[in-house]
């Protein structure tokens, strides 16, 4: 069975690495919004852009953070985390930083986004909880090797962490 996720990321310096990830395949993802598509659903304000996030996290069982070097503590990803957590979807993220961007370069490795996120009233960040993982390999080509191995266990894990908390 192949598991549909929400993928959660920062478009603008993240997209052509993200959609390598997303057309490994082993896991169903949603489909991005074109650059004009996102305009004018920004251009909705805060409430338009959370009912169009509600409406892709619709029927999904896992949310994957594709983390980049700048993708930590930014608004929307805190937003599509914790509504992710609180709609008891399985939560994972997953440094893509070593692929490579429509230039040809890496980028730095971004910080954990889960240590920005409280988990309930405990005083512990999600990060306590949450996997995030680091491919391994020294190269673009090898990191995303890891990646299309891995990721379908690893959502399947999230789900089961996210059940069993």
């Not at 993200?18 to 057309?23: E, G, L, M």
């Not at 490579?100 to 306590?128: A, M, Q, R, V």
């Amino acid at each position: 069975m192949v598991r549909k996720c929400f993928y959660s990321f920062q478009y603008k310096p993240d997209n052509w690495r993200v959609s390598q990830v997303r057309n490994i395949g082993s896991v169903e993802g949603n489909k991005p919004a074109p650059d004009n598509d996102w305009e004018t659903i920004t251009g909705g304000g805060n409430a338009a852009i959370e009912k169009w996030i509600a409406a892709q996290m619709k029927g999904r069982s896992c949310t994957v953070v594709l983390i980049g070097a700048d993708t930590a503590n930014r608004k929307w990803i805190n937003h599509e985390i914790v509504k992710s957590w609180d709609g008891k979807m399985g939560v994972v993220g997953i440094h893509v930083n070593g692929l490579l961007n429509t230039d040809g370069k890496t980028s730095p490795k971004g910080k954990n986004p889960f240590d920005f996120i409280n988990y309930g009233d405990t005083g512990k960040k999600l990060s306590s909880i949450v996997k995030c993982y680091t491919p391994s390999g020294s190269n673009s080509k090898e990191r995303y090797a890891w990646i299309k191995e891995h990721i379908s266990n690893a959502a399947e894990e999230a789900v089961k962490i996210r059940n069993d908390n």
